[in-house]
């Protein structure tokens, strides 16, 4: 079921990316895409809630630069931008191992690595590749300038 609510939602951002104009995706209430931490709330790779994880799995996106914690591994490589096209590039790890994290950790990397666009409605990000939802965020704070 919850597989279905992820799709589902999934058709909504679509339906919605449709609806709207590139400027709703670079900035979406009081969120922008850059200087917010974002923390996972789902990917389409897992079925179901994720499993707690030893650290909360964030993103961060500053002035070409991401990084964030996977729940087990820092994370850290570049990106770029134009229009609702979002590209990282050269993203690397720390290679911890942690028990039960890894499934969550192996999955937002490849989300990460397959993302080729994004969408931002209020406090929730969605990572994209075409129509397809790879990974949704709920904004968690705002990073100060």
């Not at 609510?5 to 995706?25: E, I, K, P, R, Y």
């Not at 002035?63 to 914690?69: A, C, E, L």
């Not at 950790?105 to 790879?134: C, H, P």
């Amino acid at each position: 079921m919850k597989k279905l609510s992820f799709a589902l939602s999934g058709m909504a951002v679509t339906l919605l990316m449709a609806a709207c104009s590139n400027s709703m995706n670079t900035s979406g209430g009081n969120h922008k895409l850059e200087s917010t931490s974002w923390k996972l709330t789902n990917l389409s790779s897992i079925t179901g809630e994720l499993p707690k994880m030893p650290k909360e799995v964030t993103l961060q996106l500053d002035t070409g630069k991401v990084f964030g914690s996977g729940g087990c591994n820092r994370y850290f490589g570049s990106y770029s931008l134009n229009g609702s096209s979002l590209k990282f590039n050269g993203v690397a790890s720390t290679k911890m191992f942690c028990q039960g994290a890894m499934e969550v950790e192996d999955g937002l990397m490849q989300s990460i690595n397959n993302t080729d666009g994004y969408f931002i409605q209020g406090k929730w990000l969605w990572l994209l590749k075409g129509a397809d939802t790879l990974a949704r965020f709920e904004a968690s704070r705002t990073i100060p300038k």
